[in-house]
């Protein structure tokens, strides 16, 4: 599943990342490495997401979204 499915308050664990290099790279520097933790806060009207990672809230767009593979905490 892709992180741009998730509900707001769901809690999931980053599997791994689909796109260009550049991308990927960025995402990294962001804090979303294979195996952090991420909540779904809030989504947008267009599919935008606002998330918590480590200590910090990111806005995500739909495309960044959909380029994080994650899967559910049980």
């Known amino acids: 599943m892709v992180l741009r499915d998730c509900r707001p308050g769901s809690h999931v664990r980053l599997s791994g990342l689909i796109g260009s290099h550049p991308q990927r790279r960025r995402l990294l520097e962001l804090g979303f490495v294979p195996g952090a933790v ?22 995500l767009d739909a495309r960044t979204g959909g ?3 994650v899967e559910p905490i049980a």
């Open 38 to 59: 991420i909540q779904v806060i809030g989504r947008g009207a267009v599919g935008g997401l606002v998330v918590g990672v480590d200590d910090a809230r990111l806005a």
């Open 67 to 69: 380029s994080m593979v």
